[in-house]
């Protein structure tokens, strides 16, 4: 680039710098996410390994087992090694705690945890928040977000329970700092002396023995000698191992989120690409007159292309810098909302490093010169002569490119539907296939947009202009003079409002067929089963109390209460056995029955899921082999579909009992008497369960208000991430109405002088700007409720069954928010073409 080239694009810049703010703005938002999101990764994974280090701390050398737990013997081996400062055995156990009413504290169906004192307190996994460690037996330390949720204090009674489901009262001496240890996934956590350790929970051996070096004690070589100490069946880390390890589960807590905040930042960015090429097309056609004067004093194509380009260049340089600074306050916003966006992340200073700052300064000067390629193109294709043709003849001649435009939109969306299409058999597996054959057919449409936006503007348009007079008729006709111009308004705005329509369908579908399928399959009230309090790992669940079906029946509050019998098959342990007695099968305790039937339910016979059905490929009358026992393979008499226990296979209940022995049922179905509502039914369960804790309660109505809390957490959350994208688009929709304030404004002054009112011009253009906000809004909803429609539509056809859900209230309010931004954004360039003099800007020549 030579320098009279270089100050051409530099005096370009300083001559519109109104609009250059306008334009950079919208690459300053942009790339602030995209980088923004790249510093709450980085900053996201050093808290985490910061606060999971603490387990790392001081610790030279780790032992673990590779299976099972490591004996006291192996601690007083590594003791003796030389070099050993100190050794200590963490013992980690299942401990369940009770909250002040007396229910067990579960977080995601698991109980607590109970740790071991540190022998050494400079090897502590975990640091004191207040009070101190038990010394003691009777003497318990809790975890501080457990203190805080049960409402524990300091000296006072907890209660938690033994092995056996038996309870005990301990004293809280003191409250613990976990950090965000993911090991025990936010359960209660407790520690205890070596003695409560062994009877509250059985365990006397170590999950891990952790190791401090001597001084001038290199850990690599103490590693070797306490690897050949512990002997096999151990695997032994250096402290500098354990933390790599640490570091990469850092990581894994928040790559997964920031792959979606990664792909936000992209939208906002493909948004912004728009609003650039309308601002550059636009500039283009201003300054017809300008390039063509540069023609006629010599300046040739590829100048006057390099002098576009270059000023984009400087553009997206500056905006990206701006961007980059953006991106600290946008990456310490998404540390300090947390709680919105992932959950149990640390506090911690923004960190920024090199490939943070080459994405954000390479991306926002990429994406804004690409956007300006083609109205560079087109700025050095004008001819010489043009500045002494008028406008109109340049738009007509811009007019001859209709069948080519018609040609590539209609290209596009025949390969979009045809992706579709092929997708749409495939249900999840072709979810990407729906996805992108939808955004190739979205691109068809932008493309079609010039021709497709004047005439929606003048539908839309039809009943205001009769309704509200000249004014009125003057916006739409405006909209319609210029289909370019129309259509650059528009364009930003339907990506961002169809992205968020397409999620509102989605999500709302998600929503309904999963209230479906839970009503479906869960057709009773209450399902009671217990929690494994043993710590056993091969199973979570075990038998109920004895008696305790007897003991709710007779409760008017449960119309049924149904004892059910599991069990793994001795031929394949993937397959589920269920029984419930022959008088408890009826009502919503009976499968739903497509083959076959019940009634002929007996020793012998069984009945079978669809999925196992087809997985076997049995059906009504044949044979399948569950290894009960005798008389062998049993008969098929049913195949059913939804069912209120997780089985596979439902046999009688004298098979059952034949097989595996009598014994108390796994768990129970309960069912409400009539009138009896879901509160009072909890309440009676609660009162008749009282002195039960490891007994669990689930409800339909728990289930269902748990799936709804998630769901609307996730359209909060795309809602809030998408909003990104539709703020730059209602940027790019002032800038647009900006940029054509400054192009008509001897049209603005020429209706001004014919008796058109300052706040007749403002309505006109505010007028404008809300038909362009609406139009892009409508074209918005109307492509994501379809794009969604579809994609649903794939889903349902192979997981459920129905129609997707269309989210009206919410799709109207998002058109109507959108709109109004429309028209916000317009008032600024509304106010200025308003008060414009009418006669200095007639002489002015532009």
């Known amino acids: 680039m030579n320098r009279p080239l270089l100050r051409l694009a530099l005096a370009g810049l300083r001559a519109h710098a109104v609009r250059v703010v306008l334009t950079g703005f919208a690459v300053v938002v942009a790339v602030g996410f ?114 805080a949720g049960a409402g524990f204090a300091l000296d006072g009674p907890v209660t938690v329970l033994d092995q056996a489901g038996t309870t005990h009262r301990l004293r809280l001496v003191g409250v613990l700092d976990l950090g965000v240890n993911r090991l025990f996934g936010g359960s209660a956590v407790a520690a205890l002396t070596s003695a409560d350790l062994g009877t509250l929970t059985g365990t006397t051996d170590y999950a891990q023995v952790v190791v401090r070096a001597g001084d001038g004690t290199d850990p690599a070589r103490l590693r070797e000698r306490v690897a050949e100490a512990a002997g096999p069946g151990t695997r032994t880390l250096t402290g500098e191992a354990l933390r790599d390890r640490l570091a990469r589960q850092a990581a894994k807590y928040v790559d997964g989120f920031l792959a979606v ?201 039809w009943l205001p202009a009769r309704l509200f007079g000249p004014v009125v008729r003057l916006a739409v006709a405006n909209a319609r003079r210029n289909p370019r111009r129309a259509a650059a308004t528009c364009t930003a705005l339907t990506i961002g409002v169809a992205l968020m329509a397409m999620f509102s369908v989605l999500l709302a579908t998600a929503r309904e067929q999963a209230g479906r399928e839970l009503s479906e399959n869960f057709p009773v009230d209450f399902v009671l089963d217990r929690v494994r309090t043993d710590g056993s790992p091969t199973a979570v669940r075990g038998p109920l109390p004895p008696g305790l079906a007897q003991r709710l029946r007779p409760d008017p509050a449960f119309g049924t209460v149904a004892e059910v019998r599991l069990a793994d098959s001795p031929l394949d342990d993937r397959i589920r056995i269920w029984t419930v007695p022959p008088e408890r099968l009826h009502g919503p305790i009976r499968p739903e029955v497509t083959a076959g039937s019940l009634a002929g339910l007996a020793p012998g016979t069984v009945a079978v899921s669809r999925q196992l059905a087809a997985d076997r490929g049995v059906g009504v009358g044949d044979r399948i082999a569950l290894g009960l026992g005798p008389p062998g393979p049993l008969t098929v008499v049913a195949v059913y579909d939804d069912s209120p226990v997780d089985g596979a296979a439902l046999v009688s209940w004298a098979s059952f009992v034949g097989a595996y022995g009598p014994g108390e049922p796994d768990r129970l179905l309960v069912d409400l008497a009539p009138g009896v509502s879901t509160a009072a039914g909890r309440q009676a369960l609660d009162a008749a369960l009282a002195d039960q804790p490891a007994v669990r309660v689930r409800g339909l109505a728990d289930q269902a208000d748990a799936l709804a809390r998630t769901l609307d957490e996730l359209l909060g959350i795309f809602a809030a991430l998408l909003g990104m994208s539709v703020l730059i688009a209602v940027l790019g929709i002032g800038n647009t109405l900006a940029l054509s304030v400054v192009e008509r404004r001897r049209e603005s002054a020429t209706i001004r002088a014919l008796g058109l009112s300052r706040r007749q011009l403002a309505t006109m253009l505010l007028t404008e700007a809300a038909l362009a906000g609406t139009v892009g809004a409508l074209a918005g909803i109307t492509l994501g409720v379809g794009l969604g429609w579809t ?56």
């Open 34 to 147: 995209l980088a923004g999101t790249l510093v709450y990764g980085d900053t996201a994974r050093a808290a985490f390994y910061t606060d999971l280090a603490r387990s790392a701390r001081n610790v030279d050398v780790l032992v673990e087992p590779e299976h099972g737990l490591l004996t006291p013997a192996t601690v007083q081996r590594v003791r003796a090694v030389d070099g050993v400062a100190a050794a200590d055995g963490r013992v980690v156990a299942w401990l369940g705690v009770l909250d002040r009413n007396g229910k067990l504290i579960t977080s995601q169906d698991h109980i607590g945890y109970a740790l071991s004192v540190p022998g050494d307190a400079a090897l502590a996994p975990y640091d004191v928040a207040a009070g101190r460690l038990p010394q003691t037996a009777g003497e318990v330390a809790l975890d501080r977000a457990t203190v």
């Open 261 to 461: 905040l990664l792909g936000f930042g992209l939208v906002s960015l493909t948004v912004s690409a728009f609003v650039i090429y309308n601002t550059f097309a636009m500039l283009g056609a201003q300054r017809v007159r300008e390039v063509s004067l540069l023609r006629c004093v010599g300046a040739s194509r590829a100048q006057v292309r390099g002098a576009v380009l270059l000023e984009a260049g400087i553009l997206g340089l500056l905006a990206s810098v701006g961007g980059l600074l953006a991106s600290l306050l946008v990456g310490y916003g998404l540390i300090r909302g947390r709680e919105l966006v992932a959950s149990d992340i640390p506090l911690h200073a923004p960190v920024v490093r090199w490939p943070t700052v080459l994405v954000a300064l390479g991306f926002g000067t990429l994406v804004t010169v690409l956007a300006a390629l083609v109205p560079a193109v087109e700025a050095s294709r004008v001819p010489p002569l043009a500045a002494l043709r008028s406008r109109d003849a340049v738009e007509a001649g811009a007019g001859r490119r209709r069948r080519t435009r018609v040609a590539v939109a209609l290209g596009l969306a025949g390969t979009g539907g045809l992706a579709v299409l092929v997708g749409l058999p495939l249900a999840f597996p072709g979810l990407p296939l729906v996805l992108g054959g939808g955004m190739v057919a979205f691109l068809g449409a932008v493309v079609a947009a010039p021709l497709l936006v004047p005439r929606a503007v003048r539908l839309v348009g």
């Open 791 to 846: 994609a649903a539509m794939g889903l349902i056809s192979s997981y459920g069954h129905g129609l997707p859900a269309v989210p009206v209230g919410q799709l109207a309010l998002c058109a109507a928010l959108a709109a109004s931004a429309a028209v916000l954004a317009s008032l600024p360039p509304a106010r200025r073409a308003a008060r414009a003099p009418i006669a200095a800007t007639l002489g002015d020549e532009g």
